[in-house]
């Protein structure tokens, strides 16, 4: 059978995709590595990205582009490069009766890895739906998220950010080329990708780009939202054996942006960040408030603070994690969580006797501690704002042999868990497993997921009849009720955001401490 191909249109040039018959016998057109910025060379590496030059030649969409130079943890090498900024369009048809709703995804990985590969993220899955999928790469480390306190030197922070807003405002702009429709967009993100769409929820420079927010194990209030700034630069200078001033940023700028970007952000990833308390879970390099509060500022103000007053108090959302979010943390009898969690929390009284053994109890509190305190912060903040937007919970819960592949991958093929990541296996047809029986549990669980979240994308409503006799309600009050996807569906209030309300805010109440 030939080929088949089709060219769209987009402001810039033309972009010539391919027809593919997914994995799931559904065929699309995929348009992979379009240009959404002028390549960050030179000395425009840490800067601002702009939109890119048009072109007058129909540029071959076919392969998928480069990757920002991070970590890549299938391999476990350092890939990439700076010229990274493109983006991929998957569409069923560029010219339907009615334009599409959309999709963008921003990819996680802890701001020092990840990628819109293929191999993690091909949408068999989800253009089951009808709907467009966008998904992108943007600069990650110091390459998306170095900051110098010198102004003249237009190295602000969040570089990394703003690559997401332009490649959003290219999706709002050209969307309507590839079938799908600039009115009806929904961000969605995982894990510090899910941390950067709540961002953009706090952003006003974000408020026009999309209508609805899918928040995929992350928050504003997570510690990777606003990493804290300890000159981060000359620690990355010191660490490459800069031989020039260290007070001096404009030095220290011309040596790294010609410095190796490969070389640069594996020693930004395994030497800098040995400086950081044990306990500090982000990376050095990643969102950060910026000093001057300018027309082109992504955060001027902590978005701890915002989260009340923000725009997207309006928009509706989904938030959610995984049961085991946190399997592979360790229990030692030595472990001395002084460092991270106040001694008169009393955790241990509580984790360490509600459990069946000291090692599910700390993995409990590491889960709750680092994800779902952070979530369930965001949910009190959002009901108690005001505003009129709808936020519907989950909690993903389905525990195979077979699907479960980010589980299998770190842990082996006997475990039971479903750890951080693991719902992902349900959303996007990845290379580490084939598509399941179409009479199995695991098929129905993926039709189940995505038909919410299709669902969800199209109208703003996840319920669908794949949902059965089930209703799935928005969050209104303690205790915060949610979906729980699991070999049966179940609505009830989620065991994560009842400990997190008895014990963690209880503790910031008594200590007259600011809950959100």
Request: glycine share 8%.
């Amino acid at each position: 059978m030939s080929e088949e191909f089709l060219i769209a249109e987009t402001n810039y040039g033309k972009v010539r995709g391919k027809k593919i018959i997914s994995e799931v016998e559904i065929p699309y057109f995929r348009f992979l590595g379009i240009p959404y910025a002028k390549p960050p060379i030179g000395e425009k590496r840490f800067q601002t990205a702009e939109e890119p030059n048009t072109w007058d030649n129909v540029i071959d969409a076919l392969e998928e582009p480069q990757p920002s130079a991070g970590r890549n943890s299938y391999i476990k090498k350092f890939v990439g490069t700076d010229d990274c900024l493109y983006l991929n369009i998957f569409t069923k048809c560029i010219n339907p009766k009615k334009p599409m709703a959309t999709l963008v995804y921003i990819h996680g990985g802890g701001f020092y890895s990840g990628s819109a590969i293929l191999h993690s993220y091909s949408p068999d899955y989800i253009l089951m739906h009808d709907i467009v999928v966008v998904t992108f790469n943007y600069r990650i480390g110091p390459h998306g998220f170095l900051k110098l306190n010198d102004k003249s030197l237009n190295v602000p922070g969040n570089a990394g950010l703003k690559d997401q807003q332009l490649a959003m405002k290219f999706v709002r702009e050209n969307i309507q080329n590839f079938g799908g429709d600039p009115n009806n967009v929904t961000l969605m993100g995982h894990s510090s990708g899910a941390t950067c769409v709540s961002l953009h929820c706090m952003s006003e420079t974000s408020k026009e780009l999309f209508h609805r927010a899918i928040v995929l194990s992350g928050s504003p209030c997570a510690n990777e939202a606003e990493i804290k700034q300890l000159n981060w630069a000359k620690r990355l200078a010191e660490k490459l054996e800069f031989k020039g001033d260290l007070e001096n940023e404009r030095e220290i700028l011309k040596f790294l942006e010609n410095y190796d970007i490969l070389e640069m952000a594996e020693i930004a990833t395994t030497k800098v960040p040995l400086e950081l308390p044990k306990y500090y879970e982000p990376m050095p390099f990643g969102p950060c408030v910026e000093d001057d509060d300018t027309e082109t500022s992504f955060m001027t103000k902590s978005p701890k603070s915002l989260m009340t007053t923000a725009w997207s108090k309006d928009i509706d959302i989904i938030i959610g994690g995984t049961i085991d979010e946190a399997m592979g943390y360790k229990y030692t009898e030595n472990v001395d969580l002084s460092e991270e969690i106040p001694k008169e929390l009393k955790l241990e009284d509580f984790y360490y006797t509600k459990f069946e053994n000291k090692e599910k109890g700390y993995e409990r509190l590491k889960g709750d501690s680092f994800r779902w305190l952070y979530m369930h912060q965001y949910i009190k903040a959002r009901i108690n704002s005001g505003g009129k937007g709808k936020t519907f919970l989950y909690n993903f819960a389905v525990d195979s042999p077979t699907q479960n592949h980010y589980r299998i991958r770190w842990f082996g093929p006997d475990v039971k868990g479903v750890p951080h990541g693991d719902e992902l296996c349900y959303l996007w047809k990845n290379g580490q497993g084939g598509v399941p029986p179409k009479n199995s549990m695991e098929w129905e669980a993926i039709l189940r997921f995505t038909s919410a979240i299709a669902a969800f994308i199209m109208t703003g409503n996840p319920n669908n009849e794949k949902l059965g006799n089930i209703k799935w309600l928005p969050v209104s009050s303690e205790p915060f009720e949610g979906l729980i996807f699991d070999e049966e569906l179940k609505f009830q209030p989620l065991n994560e955001c009842e400990r997190v309300h008895k014990i963690w805010e209880q503790f910031y109440n008594e200590t007259g401490t600011k809950y959100f």
